[in-house]
């Protein structure tokens, strides 16, 4: 199994709504995207996240799913349209267990 950890800075003029909408959007792929096992993400409350405001954790069947996962068109749609516009920084991390 492969995850698959993200973390997001949101640009200062981001809207909640606009905020609210990227998280639907990244929580409605886990129906969408075949591989997926278990999706989640949500705020950030730790003081010890160096800015980054919400996390997104994706558990897949295998690096294959990973990677097919990247240029999915669900998961473009959702990053060029909803996440890239107010985005100011990304951080990824993707290991094997």
């Known amino acids: ?26 929580r409605e792929l886990k129906a969408k ?4 096992i278990d999706l989640s993400c949500g705020e950030n409350f730790s003081e010890r996240s160096q800015g980054f405001q919400h996390g997104l954790l994706v558990k897949f069947t295998d690096k294959a799913a990973l990677e097919a996962y990247t240029p999915h068109p669900d998961h473009q749609a959702v990053v060029q349209n909803l996440i890239k516009p107010i985005l100011a920084d990304i951080l990824a991390v993707d290991y094997e267990v």
Not at 33 to 36: C, E, L, S, T, Y
Request: net charge negative; charged share 15%; glycine share 6%.
């Open 33 to 36: 995207i075949p591989g997926i």
């Open 1 to 26: 199994m492969i995850v698959h950890i993200v973390l997001f800075k949101w640009t200062e003029d981001a809207t909640p709504e606009a905020i609210a909408a990227a998280i639907e959007g990244l």
